[in-house]
């Protein structure tokens, strides 16, 4: 690469410096991510290569030379040497100092990431303002009322007294209901450390073997070099806690043959684009995985968000508060539907200080 390009580093989006006939000078990380292939491969094969259809970049980086002026272009599609079809904007412009241009992609998958995180971030936030307008509003007249059914079940005829326990059963629910609500909208910051996360895991198949997946075979595929993690482990108790309870309802299903499988896994290059277009690394992956009928298609973009859920007596705020949960540890959720298996994947951050140096 030449010339003085060195703020090039500072760009966190796909970008690359090519000459003439695209023959790759450079390729930051995001870059190399996008592409799956190494800054070896793409000097040896060229742009032209690695992006197929080409031409239109083609056009773009001759336009460049030609008049000396940067030039852009929006959807474009093509397909990466790992066979992923791309859609992004381009822009590319000249290094004055050298034959070379600079080509900076805006892949739309990595946009849609961003703005589905800030989506979700708003909508847990919204649903946290409306918790606490019912807390203030309905708290106070759910403990008279519990109150109430109290008196009325000392004084009750037995005939009437599973009326009054009622009330107070349903009046509970309703005020966990409401902290469950208020809860999303809580900014508390998580005192994160190095943890073990197999650990974590074990504790969760215990809780759940000795209780609601008791009839299920639960199997570990653990990667036993796996890092530590950076979490809190009450949290990361209940997000996976969380995930098995789901998976446990949707194997059940299919009875004695009802299966959840805990896996984790270290995944090179797997990273965020944060809302400053910043890259965070999460390359720790611990899915839950079940044999249940799974998520209708209709409903699987939106089983993050609160109170969508397909139990008929569920609140559907149990995923909601995972995402939550994982964000707060700078992680991501996400959700993978395969014939005869839906999985749960958590991606989560290594714990650097665990290594005493940057990651």
Same mark, same amino acid.
């Given at each position: 690469?030449?010339?003085?390009?060195?703020?090039?580093?500072?760009?966190?989006?796909?970008?690359?410096?090519?000459?003439?006939?695209?023959?790759?000078?450079?390729?930051?990380?995001?870059?190399?991510?996008?592409?799956?292939?190494?800054?070896?491969?793409?000097?040896?094969?060229?742009?032209?290569? #690695?992006?197929?259809?080409?031409?239109?970049?083609?056009? &773009?980086?001759?336009?460049? $030379?030609?008049? /000396? +002026?940067?030039? @852009?272009?929006?959807?474009?599609?093509?397909?990466?040497?790992?066979?992923?079809?791309?859609?992004?904007?381009?822009?590319?412009?000249?290094?004055?100092?050298?034959?070379?241009?600079?080509?900076?992609?805006?892949?739309?998958?990595?946009?849609?990431?961003?703005?589905?995180?800030?989506?979700?971030?708003?909508?847990?936030?919204?649903?946290?303002?409306?918790?606490?307008?019912?807390?203030?509003?309905?708290?106070?007249?759910?403990?008279?009322?519990?109150?109430?059914?109290?008196?009325?079940?000392?004084?009750?005829?037995?005939?009437?007294?599973?009326?009054?326990?009622?009330?107070?059963?349903?009046?509970?629910?309703?005020?966990?209901?409401?902290?469950?609500?208020?809860?999303?909208?809580?900014?508390?910051?998580?005192?994160?450390?190095?943890?073990? #996360?197999?650990?974590?895991?074990?504790?969760?198949?215990? &809780?759940?073997?000795?209780? $609601?997946?008791? /009839? +299920?075979?639960? @199997?570990?595929?653990?990667?036993?070099?796996?890092?530590?993690?950076?979490?809190?482990?009450?949290?990361?108790?209940?997000?996976?806690?969380?995930?098995?309870?789901?998976?446990?309802?949707?194997?059940?299903?299919?009875?004695?043959?009802?299966?959840?499988?805990?896996?984790?896994?270290?995944?090179?290059?797997?990273?965020?684009?944060?809302?400053?277009?910043?890259?965070?690394?999460?390359?720790?992956?611990?899915?839950?995985?079940?044999?249940?009928?799974?998520?209708?298609?209709?409903?699987?973009?939106?089983?993050?968000?609160?109170?969508?859920?397909?139990?008929?007596?569920?609140?559907?705020?149990?995923?909601?508060?995972?995402?939550?949960?994982?964000?707060?540890?700078?992680?991501?959720?996400?959700?993978?539907?395969?014939?005869?298996?839906?999985?749960?994947?958590?991606?989560?951050?290594?714990?650097?200080?665990?290594?005493?140096?940057?990651?």
């Amino acid at each position: 690469m030449s010339g003085d390009l060195s703020y090039l580093e500072t760009i966190h989006l796909p970008l690359l410096v090519v000459g003439t006939e695209g023959d790759v000078r450079y390729a930051n990380a995001a870059a190399q991510d996008l592409f799956s292939v190494s800054l070896k491969f793409m000097k040896r094969n060229g742009l032209f290569e #690695i992006i197929k259809p080409s031409l239109t970049i083609k056009s &773009l980086i001759e336009k460049v $030379f030609k008049t /000396g +002026l940067g030039v @852009s272009a929006g959807d474009v599609s093509f397909i990466t040497p790992a066979v992923q079809e791309i859609v992004a904007d381009i822009s590319v412009g000249k290094n004055w100092q050298s034959d070379e241009c600079v080509i900076i992609l805006w892949p739309r998958s990595h946009a849609a990431e961003v703005m589905e995180r800030k989506s979700a971030k708003e909508k847990d936030k919204s649903f946290g303002q409306i918790g606490r307008a019912l807390a203030h509003e309905v708290k106070n007249p759910l403990a008279g009322i519990r109150g109430a059914a109290q008196l009325l079940m000392l004084d009750a005829p037995n005939s009437q007294k599973p009326l009054a326990k009622l009330i107070i059963e349903e009046t509970d629910r309703v005020h966990r209901l409401i902290d469950r609500v208020e809860s999303l909208g809580s900014d508390d910051e998580v005192p994160l450390r190095a943890l073990n #996360i197999h650990s974590i895991i074990d504790r969760v198949i215990q &809780l759940a073997q000795n209780g $609601f997946a008791s /009839g +299920l075979n639960i @199997s570990r595929e653990y990667d036993v070099s796996l890092p530590p993690v950076l979490g809190e482990p009450d949290r990361l108790t209940q997000i996976f806690l969380n995930l098995a309870k789901n998976a446990a309802e949707a194997a059940n299903e299919k009875g004695s043959a009802g299966r959840i499988i805990f896996s984790t896994r270290y995944r090179h290059g797997q990273k965020i684009i944060n809302g400053d277009n910043s890259s965070l690394s999460l390359p720790i992956e611990i899915s839950v995985a079940d044999n249940g009928y799974g998520i209708a298609a209709e409903l699987r973009n939106q089983v993050f968000d609160p109170f969508v859920t397909t139990k008929s007596e569920g609140s559907g705020l149990g995923l909601s508060l995972v995402r939550k949960m994982v964000a707060a540890h700078g992680g991501v959720v996400e959700l993978e539907c395969q014939p005869g298996k839906t999985i749960f994947k958590v991606r989560l951050m290594v714990a650097q200080e665990a290594f005493g140096e940057e990651i």
